[in-house]
T-cell receptor, first 118, second 117 residues
């Protein structure tokens, strides 16, 4: 399977604990995105990397959230001191930069990690 | 700011009938529009996109979408619905942002499609 993969697929944790999710993008995709999706809503952008550089962060990404893409390949999203409001599906997507404007790019999504904070 | 609206929470259609899932957009500049489908407990699967060119865009699984600039719409269509098309459908627009180099998508709230046998 050469699609975007995410691990774990499900995570249950207690409030106050730290959690880390991993995303492996489609190989050779140089852009990687994290989104969060809550029940009944569309995905909301969290952050985006081009290679290893984190180029944009949403205001949704509080200080408790941190994301890395150390070698420009896989990425991790860590949530510290989880709160019940963090319960959501965390989606990763990747794309390949095409051209100067990148207008032809398409983001391909992984299956998501569903987080439940008790 | 860019945005999309999906006015229907749910659409019901009989198997074999044509289906339409509505999306309207608001953008400054040229719109880059996308449709994705989401099955239960799964990520989003890309269906089709409009960047430029023909107003009728053909995509995966027999879906197509019609871009209408005057009505700022990008409705998803299929001539003959299948029960297996039942899923959650999202319209998205690429956010051009205030500066160049912003590539995130802004999604609608989704429309649940139910195809009845």
């Amino acid at each position: 399977d050469t699609g975007v993969s995410q691990n774990p697929r499900h995570k249950i944790t207690k409030r106050g604990q730290n959690v880390t999710f991993r995303c492996d993008p489609i190989s050779e995709h140089n852009r990687l995105y994290w989104y969060r999706q809550t029940l009944g809503q569309g995905p909301e952008f969290l952050t985006y990397f081009q290679n290893e550089a984190q180029l944009e962060k949403s205001r949704l990404l509080s200080d408790r959230f941190s994301a890395e893409r150390p070698k420009g390949s896989f990425s991790t999203l860590e949530i510290q001191r989880t709160e019940q409001g963090d319960s959501a599906m965390y989606l990763c997507a990747s794309s390949f930069r095409q051209g100067i404007s990148g207008r032809w790019e398409t983001q391909y999504f992984g299956p998501g990690t569903r987080l439940l904070v008790l | 700011a860019q945005s999309v609206a999906q006015p229907e929470d749910q659409v019901n259609v009989a198997e074999g009938n044509p289906l339409t899932v509505k999306c309207t957009y608001s953008v400054s500049g040229n719109p880059y529009l996308f449709w994705y489908v989401q099955y239960p407990n799964r990520g989003l699967q890309f269906l089709l996109k409009y960047i430029t060119g023909d107003n009728l865009v053909k995509g995966s699984y027999g879906f197509e979408a019609e871009f209408n600039k005057s009505q700022t719409s990008f409705h998803l269509k299929k001539p003959s619905a299948l029960v297996s098309d039942s899923a959650l459908y999202f319209c998205a627009v690429r956010d051009m942002g205030a500066t160049s180099g912003t590539y995130k998508y802004i999604f609608g709230t989704g429309t649940r499609l139910k195809v009845l046998a």
